[in-house]
């Protein structure tokens, strides 16, 4: 469909809307006697310069009661009558299953995973089947699930289904519903599928909570959701107290240093790629202990569709660019990504947006700091930057940068030289900490150069193409 015919339909429907209106004023007139010249139906008016919208440029698609309203029921490129996209996450695989006798069945390990979460970082967390997050486990409306849990840690776990309706025996909590699965030891647990939605599956043991043990669970309607979406991308919010040179979180703490998207930091959290006029759902987990993050988009306005539990009625759905999604909520939006570029996506919580915030706390910069506890460990040891020059004592509060993470040459090349980055702005990942990555959108032929090609890309390339064409 292209603007021009947008525009007609937009003009009919507009028109629909104006007689309806008409019609409901007419109606209650003989109840509001003493005004009726307020009720007179409005003049018709000719479409304004911002009424039109536009799958490849920014544009308003006013009125705000417009379907078109910043692209809100525009479809994508995918049919309606085709079955729902699949569900990717960046970082994190989908768990594989089997049909067994009707019943999807899928098998998942608690057990101790070591974690990356910046290049060169790695740290000790709990997750599922060697993930931090856990696999996604995908399934639709309609299913009828077996989910075989096998708990490889030293103490007892359970599996809760965040959100779901379910049989009592099998929604996870210990003792309540039932015995722990010991060390060692395996439960099974079954149940159908009614509802649609974003829903995840977490230990129901609240510090193994902390340490990492959480994944999505994605049931797809049975009849997909209407505009299509032609990507449905996944983010799990988490974060650690990981005390300086250690790499087992502090799980009592109350408080965070290291910040991930999907498992891991900004800017080691790969880019979401996305081709210039996509329809895009994205769905945001916080699981982050205690903290609340307010999302925000640059570039692009979304609305927000859904809720964990349940698709919102098109009525009630709401244009944001930044969005509260509070621990252990997950918020669906969507866009129309119509604006060419590398648009950040992050919280906008200040300390959020740093990463292992010890350079500036932390003994490496301590004159004088006892460093005994790291004797056992030389390697260990912290080498003693010292920040505090001359200019800590003329401008007191010095230092807040809480920049300048080291990072040696072959760590920097493992983030930039991701297939996702290519072409993106040399020194690009100096911008992104924390719970900060990027949504890449790109027109069809960048794309495919970017995602499927062995060219090569220098950086900045594509950045560069991209402010040629929409500076044209
Ligand atoms: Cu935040």
């Known amino acids: 469909m292209d603007d021009a015919e947008n525009r007609r339909n937009f003009l009919k429907k507009g028109t629909a809307a104006t007689v309806g209106t008409f019609g409901l004023s007419s109606a209650t007139a003989g109840a509001q006697e003493a005004r009726p010249e307020v ?28 379907d078109r309203f910043f692209g809100k029921l525009v479809p994508g490129r995918r049919g309606s009558d085709q079955p729902p996209v699949p569900f990717e996450m960046p970082d994190v695989v989908t768990l594989p299953w089997r049909m067994v006798d009707g019943v999807k069945e899928y098998r998942i390990v608690c057990e101790h995973v070591r974690r990356e979460l910046l290049p060169g970082y790695w740290m000790d967390l709990w997750g599922y089947n060697g993930s931090v997050p856990g696999p996604t486990i995908e399934a639709n409306q309609g299913d009828r699930v077996r989910l075989i849990v096998e ?15 379910l049989p009592i025996q099998y929604d996870g909590p210990p003792h309540l519903v ?47 959701f209407d505009p299509p979406v032609d990507r449905d991308i996944g983010l799990i919010f988490q974060n650690y107290f990981i005390p300086p040179n250690q790499t087992v979180p502090n799980t009592m703490a109350m408080e965070w240093n290291w910040h991930t998207i999907n498992g891991r930091s900004g800017p080691y959290s790969t880019p979401i790629v996305v081709r210039h006029g996509d329809r895009v759902r994205l769905r945001i987990l916080d699981f982050s202990p205690m903290q609340h993050h307010p999302i925000h988009l640059h570039g692009h306005t979304f609305w927000i569709t859904g809720r964990e539990g349940a698709r919102i009625p098109t009525s009630a759905w709401q244009a944001r660019n930044t969005e509260l999604i509070a621990v252990a909520q997950a918020t669906d939006l969507e866009f129309v990504a119509n604006n060419p570029g590398d648009w950040l996506l992050h919280c906008h919580m200040v300390h959020h947006m740093m990463n292992h915030m010890v350079k500036q706390v932390g003994p490496r910069i301590r004159d004088g700091v006892d460093v005994t506890r790291y004797f056992g460990s030389p390697d ?36 930039t030289n ?14 992104l900490a924390g719970l900060m990555t990027v949504v890449r959108v790109l027109p069809d032929d960048l794309f495919d150069r970017v995602m499927h090609s062995d060219e090569d890309i220098p950086p900045g390339s594509i950045f560069d193409e991209l402010v040629r064409r929409t500076s044209s």
């Open 178 to 224: 039932q015995d722990p699965i010991e060390p060692g030891g395996t439960f099974v647990y079954e149940f159908d599928l009614h509802q649609a939605g974003t829903f995840f599956y977490h230990s129901h043991i609240a510090m193994q909570e902390a340490i990492g043990m959480v994944g999505y669970f994605i049931i797809h309607p049975a009849r997909a």
């Open 151 to 165: 708990n490889r840690l030293p103490e007892p776990t359970t599996v809760h289904w965040h959100g779901l309706e």
């Open 418 to 431: 991701r297939r996702e980055t290519l072409g993106m702005r040399k020194g690009w990942p100096r911008a």
């Open 39 to 66: 009720d007179a139906p409005p003049p018709q008016q000719a479409p304004g310069p911002f009424d039109e919208y536009s799958r490849t440029r920014s544009s308003y698609g006013g009125p705000p009661d417009s």
């Open 380 to 415: 260990d040891r912290p080498r003693p930057v010292l920040s505090r020059s001359a200019a800590a004592q003329v401008d007191p509060g010095y230092p807040q940068m809480m920049m300048g993470m080291e990072m040696t040459d072959a760590q920097m090349h493992a983030i």
